[in-house]
């Protein structure tokens, strides 16, 4: 005779309730929920002097301080002592990714292993203070242009020196205590801390968005869930693609007194998105350089004011974003794919495969170690990154798709940031699944 079972959890809340009865898993849980409310609390304290009226005019119709708002957890829109977020901090450390490779001093500190990286660690940390303070002063400059009025009044080294230079050390104090905050998180807590803040301030922005939705026809809103799960399916399925490289070694064993070589399989993993969401970072900050270098010649007359002109009106999808032209998007796709490219080759140029697979003994079956596995290997990235670096470019134009369909402004920002949601979200959860897993518990992913 057949007996009932009993009704099981949902496995992803019955994950969730294993976690916390964990005292060391909901530990991590809660110092990490605790340290993103303290950076909540923190995007909220402004700098002095700032128009608010002023503020919220400059950011209606920006795609450009929309996208660099996503990178301050939001804090861009309050103008706080955050309002720089952690991009000084993505910015040094993409700079020292490029250089690494390039300079022999840090190559070697590369090879150094556990100790030479905590040094670059190191020097990406003294970058991020100038490049906040250089990247502070252009943004202020910037939302002020944009607003047609002072958004900080008394702004600049000719008007107010002592302000404008309290105001930018206040700026890069924000963004190193941010900075710290992600470190900590990444130590103490779960998931890494630095994506986990720009995660916080995309998600705290959400509510936000409702009340503009709310004036939307049906269709409208139809059509824009359509495209949210569309997207977040795409994103999912390339952030988690990879060619399975593989990969045979000989191993060695002791049986009754005599050494016996065997052979083992493994596989190399590489990604299809390998570059993630830096080309997008890289895209969006040249886009904005025609637009603005143009209006300074606007209004110099002749010749040079048509060119200057014409600039201004094909790229204000970098200043003003709604009206963008098709020549900006055509523009912005193919620096998102040759940004993708050149990336994925830095990476991987750091990562040496084909010498670290030689010195484990390891081979690619029918491929002779050294250089026709440093080829054999250039071969297969370059192929898959193709699709890595053409999904990426489509995430970057979704919005332009999104405005031929819908009228909803709030998507121009939420292509970039569905793609750092749902990679923050995958990543969190892999940490999670592992920390379940070393316990014998069942996690998210089966």
Known sequence: MATAQPMQRPRLFQAMVD????????????????????????????????????????????TLLDFLSIFSGGALQNLSVAALGVYPYITSSIIMQILTPVLPRLRALQEEGEQGRRRIQLYTHWLCVPMAIVQGYGQIVFINQTGGVQVVSDFGFQNDM?????????????????????????????????????????????????????????????????????????????????????????????????????????????????????PLIFAFSVMILPATIASYFADAGGWVSTVANFFVDQFEGGRGGVGASPIYWIVLFILVVVFAFFYTMVQYQQQQMAKTLQRQGAFIPGIRPGPPTEAYLMRVVTRITWG????????AVVPFFIGLLTDIRALTISSTGFLIVVAVVLDTMKQLEAQLLMRNYEGFIR
Do not use: C
């Open 19 to 62: 976690a916390f009865r964990q005292e060391d898993v909901r530990r991590k849980l809660l110092f990490t929920l605790a340290m993103l409310v303290v950076f909540r609390f923190v995007a909220h304290v402004p700098i002095p002097n700032v128009d608010r009226d002023a503020l919220q005019i400059a950011f209606e119709g920006s």
């Open 162 to 278: 002592i302000g404008t230079v309290a105001t930018l050390l206040t700026l890069a104090a924000g963004t190193m205590f941010l900075v710290w905050l992600g470190e900590l998180i990444t130590e103490n807590g779960i998931g890494n801390g630095i994506s986990l803040i720009i995660f916080g301030g995309i998600v705290a922005m959400i509510p936000g968005l409702i009340p503009g939705l709310t004036t939307q026809s049906i269709l409208a809103i139809v059509a824009m869930a359509g495209f949210a799960i569309g997207l977040t399916y795409l994103i999912v399925f390339f952030q988690e693609a990879q060619r399975r490289v593989p990969v045979q070694y000989a191993r060695s064993a002791f049986r009754g007194g005599r050494m016996y070589r065997q052979q083992g399989q493994s596989h190399v993993p590489l990604r299809v998105n390998m570059a993630g969401m830096i």
């Open 388 to 395: 890595g670096a053409l999904f990426l470019g489509f995430v």
